[in-house]
């Protein structure tokens, strides 16, 4: 599926060596928001997640520019960061529930951030710098340095959380959104409607009477 977004915005697809994950971006202030199909999974507004959702490591919390994180330039709301200030300077979001695809907004992007998509029991479907989003100069007064980063997983492959890790001063997020897996049982009532449907349509179709010419 192609997503489309303003004019204004900037796409860039990453080519991620050995794995079939998709990963685009949309630079920019304010934030371009979830993608078509994507529902808001954590805003970071309160330090209780979710219910499903758990963070892990070392984090903090913000609102504004502070001595520690900088805001995604437009961003008002709490967002999370982590650092290497912090001990460990890594934090690992984990969802109970497979996704399809995840993305969030990245604030303000330095080369010394790095981001894993997490997939199936934890393993790394992707590593990506800060770097491989351009320009990646930390800038707190430019909105080109803040992206909203979208991945979606490949056929086969499953997201199951993000690894946030900075050598740096602060790695600056906010507002993840996502595309849950159906569950089996939401694939099983699909395939029923669609059989349904067809068996509505084949029987209208020879219940209907021929029309004398």
């Known amino acids: 599926m192609i997503i489309k977004f303003a004019a204004a915005a900037a796409f860039m697809a990453l080519a991620a060596a050995g794995h079939a994950m998709t990963v685009t971006s949309a630079f920019g202030s304010p934030d371009s928001g979830p993608a078509m199909g994507e529902t808001m999974l954590v805003d970071f507004n309160s330090t209780t997640l979710p219910t499903g959702y758990a963070l892990s ?4 919390y913000a609102t504004g520019t502070t001595s520690f994180a900088a805001a995604p330039a437009g961003d008002t709301t709490q967002y999370l960061y982590v650092s290497s200030a912090l001990t460990p300077n890594n934090a690992t979001l984990t969802a109970a529930r497979a996704l399809k695809s995840i993305s969030f907004y990245w604030g303000s992007i330095d080369a010394y951030n790095t981001v894993d998509v997490l997939g199936a029991g934890g393993v790394s479907l992707g590593s990506y710098g800060g770097s491989a989003f351009a320009p990646a100069n930390g800038d707190q007064s430019a909105a080109s340095t803040n992206r909203r980063v979208y991945f979606t997983a490949g056929s086969g492959q499953v997201i199951t959380g993000l690894r946030f890790a900075s050598t740096g001063v602060a790695f600056e997020l906010d507002d993840v959104a996502g595309t849950a897996v159906p569950e089996p049982a939401a694939w099983a009532l699909m395939i029923v409607g669609f059989g349904m449907v067809g ?6 179709r020879a219940t209907t009477p021929a029309v004398a010419a």
């Open 57 to 60: 490591g070392g984090y903090g």
């Open 199 to 204: 068996f509505a349509a084949r029987r209208r």
